[in-house]
């Protein structure tokens, strides 16, 4: 397992089983939402950031070593899959493996790993119309962390009304 060294961060992301519901209804993001809140931030462990999409969750996450990392993952794994349970009204497992993790250890990529996230619905929605990118102003999503972000560059659609406490972590200074 890595040791995290002061600057990085990891990529996760957890792909949900064939025959599940769409993650982004209404009810699964706000199920989701509480149960972060609830336990998003452990003494060693802490979700930085998320992105609900159709079949698959993206999160950035903060941990003190490898040992926290695996439990703080144990757990926000099984919290969402609790939560995608309880919304759906379904049983059994959830996710299709186990997960996919990303360490990040330079600024760039923090910030790659950023937009990536925050902005993953508006990527996965241009390449369904056939398109590279999506014309217009960018949007914040609302089945992510994005509206709580405070990096964004002026004029992004949304970013004015963006509320709560601004994130702790080693990418302060990125902008999206």
Same mark, same amino acid.
């Given at each position: 397992?890595?040791?995290?060294?002061?600057?990085?961060?990891?990529?996760?992301?957890?792909?949900?089983? #064939?025959? *599940? $519901?769409?993650?982004?209804?209404?009810? !699964? +993001?706000?199920?989701?939402?509480? %149960?972060?809140?609830?336990?998003?931030?452990?003494?060693?462990?802490?979700? *930085?950031?998320?992105?609900?999409?159709?079949?698959?969750?993206? /999160?950035?996450?903060?941990?003190?070593?490898?040992? $926290? &990392? =695996?439990? =703080?993952?144990?757990?926000? /794994? /099984?919290?969402? @899959?609790?939560? +995608?349970?309880?919304?759906?009204?379904?049983?059994?497992?959830? &996710?299709?493996?186990?997960?996919?993790?990303? *360490?990040? $250890?330079?600024? %760039? #990529? !923090?910030?790659? @790993?950023?937009?990536? +996230?925050?902005?993953? $619905?508006?990527?996965?929605?241009?390449?369904?119309? =056939?398109?590279? +990118?999506?014309?217009?102003? !960018?949007?914040?999503?609302? /089945?992510?962390?994005?509206?709580?972000?405070?990096?964004?560059?002026?004029? %992004?659609?949304?970013?004015?009304?963006? @509320?709560?406490?601004?994130?702790?972590?080693?990418?302060? =200074?990125?902008?999206?």
């Amino acid at each position: 397992m890595h040791k995290r060294k002061q600057g990085e961060l990891p990529l996760w992301r957890g792909k949900v089983r #064939q025959g *599940v $519901a769409s993650l982004r209804s209404v009810a !699964v +993001v706000k199920e989701v939402e509480k %149960t972060f809140r609830q336990g998003a931030e452990r003494l060693e462990f802490r979700l *930085v950031h998320y992105s609900v999409q159709n079949d698959h969750l993206h /999160a950035l996450v903060e941990a003190d070593g490898p040992e $926290a &990392l =695996g439990r =703080g993952m144990k757990s926000l /794994a /099984a919290r969402f @899959a609790l939560a +995608v349970h309880r919304a759906l009204r379904r049983r059994g497992p959830l &996710l299709r493996e186990r997960y996919h993790l990303r *360490v990040l $250890a330079s600024p %760039t #990529q !923090v910030r790659n @790993a950023l937009r990536y +996230v925050l902005l993953n $619905a508006r990527r996965h929605w241009a390449k369904r119309r =056939g398109r590279r +990118v999506l014309p217009g102003p !960018v949007r914040l999503d609302p /089945a992510s962390s994005a509206r709580w972000f405070r990096g964004w560059m002026p004029g %992004t659609a949304g970013a004015e009304e963006a @509320a709560g406490p601004e994130p702790r972590w080693p990418a302060r =200074g990125a902008r999206c």
